[in-house]
């Protein structure tokens, strides 16, 4: 029989946390502390009580299954929990929506209700959406934190909704943020959640990135007559990751079915640093029904035999024509003739995982975003062959330990150059490509015409928090650079990039550009 002493020690520990234990379950935890040193049962008890608090219990009374967990973790400190995956692939359709909350004044994890064919109130909100997320989190970057009472803060920029600017309560100089659009035809407005106003963009400063109809800028200049005559504009400031996930805590806001966050999971942490070696591979245009680009694969498998990659994370177009009837087929026969080539090299089929990230116009689905994996009956004997393949959406999410990387395969960079207001003069055009999408938080920040989306799942092309890495297979050259500490790279095309692709190495947070050796048919 437990000692009274103790199960009331128990209760009351637990009771000073503000949880609550059954008498049944504190006579069995007394129990259990019987076994340990007198002169540790103290230490062990908090160190119990404290892991039931990660657990995110929505109800202060503590349940047996809880406790067990509790204990276990104490026990055994360095296993992984179930759900606590060294590596997992989130698709577009399992990413949590992120919504600002007005009544909390904090963002939140929103449920989402599966539905590809959404109601049209879900148009309208996506850029209501987009906006409200980028005015919340501009409000509270330094330079737009409005001084205390008695404060003189010099550097202050006080943002103008524009209601007050159609009330004509504001005249003169103003800083107003909205989403630029065309309502008449040559036309420009900026339009937020209260309303519209013509601006004059003739002798704007347009500052660094892709200013874009459909972007969400933050414009100064001179406001006269109903016209808001721009000097200069630009993105509204990037976030770090750190301050976004302030108002999260150990939420997990990436995806995954674990309910915390793995970015704070010491043991993966400690898992990753001790894998130096371990590396991601990234290519694109992997086409099947090539000859030459299955024998550069087979040499690039040659030459990684002896240290197995973590993943191959393989972006389409997988076949090398446009679809057409015969593209199922072929498809078929091309993931055959790849089966056939990972089986001999048993090493890597056994350590290694394959990641095929479709492209737009593969067969299987429409060219809307986030676009579904390549139909089952197509990969399913290759799945059957090569247990460690995933065939997952278009973008999607991939968790390595405590490293978040983002995967969309969409030539994103030239459309966004073609549709740009105004090309920028300086600077490396993925500088600015990669200021572009980490200011406004999101892949294709574009309009549904250049790039058609789920109205329901536009938060699936979401970048906020920013993410460790995100990799943009597109036809553009192979690119590395670092914004917001992002790596955003780009691998190039495989087939016409020098059969060039891009390795990661999650431990050291390193990119290296690697290419396959020319051989002597190449050069004959």
């Known amino acids: 029989m437990a000692d009274e002493k103790l199960v009331k020690s128990v209760q009351s520990t637990f009771s000073m946390y503000g949880l609550n234990l059954s008498r049944k379950l504190s006579v069995s935890l007394a129990k259990e502390l019987l076994n340990v040193d007198e002169n540790e049962r103290k230490t062990w008890l908090t160190q119990i009580v404290e892991q039931i608090l990660t657990q995110n219990l929505n109800d202060p009374q503590v349940t047996l299954e809880s406790l067990k967990l509790a204990i276990e973790e104490c026990i055994r400190p360095n296993t992984l929990k179930n759900t606590e995956t060294v590596f997992s692939i989130i698709n577009a359709f399992e990413i949590p929506k992120i919504k600002y909350d007005p009544t909390k004044k904090k963002f939140l994890l929103s449920p989402v209700t599966p539905d590809l064919f959404a109601e049209a109130p879900h148009k309208s909100a996506i850029f209501k959406d987009r906006f409200e997320l980028l005015w919340r989190r501009t409000l509270r970057h330094e330079l737009f934190i409005p001084p205390k009472l008695g404060e003189k803060k010099e550097n202050w920029i006080e943002l103008v909704p524009i209601e007050y600017l159609l009330s004509e309560s504001k005249k003169g100089n103003v800083y107003v943020m909205g989403l630029l659009t065309q309502l008449v035809e040559g036309q420009y407005y900026l339009e937020d959640t209260g309303g519209t106003i013509k601006v004059d963009l003739k002798k704007a400063n347009f500052q660094d990135g892709l200013i874009m109809e459909a972007s969400i800028v933050i414009a100064s200049g001179d406001y006269r007559d109903g016209m808001l005559y721009v000097k200069d504009i630009a993105f509204p400031p990037a976030e770090s990751s750190s301050n976004a996930r302030a108002d999260f805590g150990d939420s997990n806001t990436f995806g995954s079915s674990h309910n915390l966050s793995l970015k704070l999971s010491e043991k993966l942490k400690s898992y990753e640093e001790s894998n130096k070696d371990g590396m991601i591979i990234f290519l694109s245009e992997m086409w099947l029904d090539d000859v030459t680009v299955l024998r550069k694969f087979r040499t690039m498998l040659e030459g990684y035999s002896e240290c197995p990659p973590i993943a191959f994370v393989l972006c389409g177009h997988f076949l090398s024509f446009p679809a057409n009837i015969t593209s199922a087929q072929k498809l078929k026969e091309g993931l055959k003739d790849l089966a056939d080539i990972i089986i001999q090299y048993p090493d890597i089929k056994r350590s290694s995982k394959f990641i095929f990230v479709p492209a737009p116009d593969d067969i299987g689905s429409p060219k809307i975003f986030p676009r579904s994996s390549i139909p089952k009956n197509i990969s399913e004997e290759f799945t059957k062959t090569v247990p460690g393949a995933i065939f997952t959406t278009n973008p999607c999410r991939i968790q390595y330990c405590t490293k978040e990387i983002v995967v969309l395969r969409e030539d994103i960079l030239t459309k966004m150059c073609r549709n740009t207001l105004q090309f920028p003069r300086e600077g490396n055009i993925y500088d600015h490509y990669a200021k572009s999408i980490i200011c406004q938080s999101h892949l294709t920040p574009l309009s549904l015409s250049v790039i058609p989306i ?67 048919d190449d050069i004959n």
Not at 458 to 468: C, E, M, N, R, V
């Open 454 to 520: 789920y109205w329901k799942y536009d938060h699936a092309l979401q970048i906020y928090p920013t993410p460790d890495v995100i990799v943009v297979a597109d036809k553009f050259e192979a690119y590395e650079t670092v914004y917001s500490d992002c790596r955003i790279i780009n691998p190039g095309l495989f087939p016409k990039n020098g059969h060039s692709f891009k390795v990661y190495v999650p431990a050291l947070d390193l990119v290296e550009h690697c290419a396959i050796p020319k051989d002597m």
